[in-house]
């Protein structure tokens, strides 16, 4: 369904993506994981339209997106919930739903989204008048996916969704993530909570300083004793 190939960026003269290649077969989530400044949210901004890449290939349904603009990209069915939730915090929860839904055309259709997303999300309906920067921070990643998914994406990018959450939160966040992929989304899942993602994804890549190092099914990488030891020694401590 996506195929990125040989995919380099640069930031002026940092080199920050060096050569990434991997896919997403229709049905997966998959996650990337490692440490911070790997270039996970880089992957993420390039696929999405926000970076150019400076040289490689990122191919969508067989059609090649690379450097295409951002809103031909979320019309496409892709759609990016970035990092530390972006959510527009002066405007309600019903407004920042209309918002993700700006390629929709069909009244019809929004509604029935909006009605989707509060049956998902109950917590967003009791707040929908409120302004979303009085959320709390996981019921502002909810309605940072939910508004993600009001552009009906068969394909969301999800940065980060745990970062900063209460564990009853984040044990939500993963549920939710499971339940969209089971209603016919794909998933690429960028965390930092390793264990977590591993145990709710079908497939992983390890990313270091640019590079892919390791790849495969999530068991196998979650077993990777390489792993175990970069990645999840410090997630089982704090456990
Ligand atoms: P994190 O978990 O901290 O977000 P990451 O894996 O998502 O990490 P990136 O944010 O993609 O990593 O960063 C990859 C590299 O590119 C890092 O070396 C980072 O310093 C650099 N970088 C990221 N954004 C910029 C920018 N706007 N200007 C210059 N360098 C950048």
């Given at each position: 369904m996506l195929k990125v190939t040989?995919?380099?960026?640069?930031?002026g003269a940092i080199h920050a993506l060096k050569g990434v290649s991997f896919n997403l077969q229709e049905g997966e989530i998959?996650?990337?994981?490692?440490?911070?400044?790997?270039?996970?949210?880089?992957?993420?901004?390039?696929?999405?339209?926000?970076?150019?890449?400076?040289?490689g290939q990122v191919t969508y349904l067989d059609e090649d997106i690379t450097n295409s603009p951002a809103p031909k990209i979320v019309r496409m069915g892709i759609v990016q919930v970035p990092e530390g939730r972006k959510i527009f915090p002066a405007m309600t929860v019903m407004e920042n739903l209309e918002m993700g839904a700006f390629t929709v055309t069909d009244r019809a259709l929004i509604n029935e989204n909006i009605a989707l997303m509060f049956k998902k999300f109950p917590i967003l309906e009791k707040r929908y008048k409120q302004l979303g920067g009085t959320l709390s921070g996981g019921e502002q990643q909810m309605l940072a996916i939910a508004r993600g998914l009001m552009a009906n994406p068969k394909?969301?990018?999800?940065?980060?969704?745990?970062m900063g959450l209460s564990p009853i939160f984040v044990e939500q966040i993963f549920d939710t993530i499971q339940d969209i992929n089971q209603n016919g989304v794909n998933v690429i899942l960028v965390e930092q909570n390793a264990q977590m993602a591993l145990s709710i994804a079908h497939r992983a890549y390890v990313l270091e300083t640019g590079k892919i190092v390791l790849e495969g099914e999530a068991q196998e990488v979650l077993q990777n004793p390489s792993v175990i030891e970069a990645y999840l020694g410090i997630a089982q401590e704090e456990a």
């Open positions: 040989d995919l380099h960026v640069h930031y998959v996650t990337l994981i490692g440490a911070n400044g790997a270039g996970k949210s880089t992957l993420l901004n390039t696929i999405s339209g926000i970076l150019p890449a400076t040289q394909l969301i990018l999800l940065d980060e969704p745990s």
